[in-house]
C-alpha cells in the first residue's frame, strides 16, 4: 500500500529534515508517527501527500512512485486519499455543508449525489445538525471534525493526518480519536502524525496501531505492543 525506501529530503537552506528513511504500511493498517517538534513528522506527511517529493529515495503508494509522478496526475492520485493538516485549510467565508462539498465538486460529482455523501459524511462525525453554520462559530473540536468531514467524503483508501489534535483539549481529542478508530475498523488505512503519545495509549481496541518514532530526521522502528502480538490490525 505505501513503501518509503532510504527517503531523504534535504531543503535548499541546507536542512536536512528526512534522513534515509524507510517503512512499509499495508492496507487497512493504522499506523502512528511520532517524534519530538521538528522531528520530521511533517515534511514526511508533505511527501506521503505529494505536496513535497523526496530530494533521494523513493516512496511508493499503490505501485506509484510518487517522485515520478507528472504533476498533473497528482490531483487523480489524492482522490484515494482523505488529507488532514495542522493548519485544517477551513474555507471560513463558506458554511460547514458547503466546506464539505467542495471535493466533490473538484470530481464532477452531481449535486444531488454530492449533498447526500456530503450529509452523511458530517453525520459520522456529529456535525450534521451544524450544517449551515460558518466555521468560526465552530469550536476547535468541531473544526477538526469539518476537516475530517472533507477529508473522507470521497471515500478515500488512505488517510493521512498531520497533528490532528494540535491546540484541542483532552475531551475533544479524545472525540477525533474514536473518529479515526471508526474509519479505521472499516478499512481505511489510517496514518497519523502526532507529538503526542498519550494517543497511542487511548487506543483501547483489538491490538494497537503500529508507531514510527522519528528522531532528527531519523525512523526509529518500535516493537509492536506484547498485548497485540498475534492481533490483526
Known sequence: MISASTVTKRYPEGLEALKNVSFEITAGEMVFITGHSGAGKSTLFKL??????PTSGSIV??????????RSAIPY????FGLIFQDQK???????????????AIVGQTAKEATRRARAALDKVGLLAREKALPIALSG????????????VNRPTILLADEPTANLDAESA????EIFRAFHQVGVTTVI??????????????????????ERGEMRHLPQPAAAAGASV
Open 193 to 214: 502524525a502526532t507529538h503526542d503519545p498519550q494517543w497511542v495509549s487511548r487506543l483501547s481496541t483489538q491490538g494497537s496501531p503500529r508507531v514510527l518514532l522519528l
Open 48 to 53: 506521503l501527500a505529494a505536496i513535497e517529493r
Open 77 to 80: 492520485l489524492r482522490r484515494n
Open 61 to 70: 503508494v499503490n505501485g506509484q512512485n510518487l517522485a515520478a509522478l507528472r
Open 141 to 152: 473540536g468541531e473544526q477538526q471534525r469539518l476537516a475530517i468531514a472533507r477529508a473522507v
Open 90 to 104: 477551513l474555507l471560513f467565508d463558506r458554511n460547514v455543508l458547503d466546506n464539505v462539498l467542495l471535493p466533490l
Open 174 to 177: 479524545a472525540d477525533i480519536l
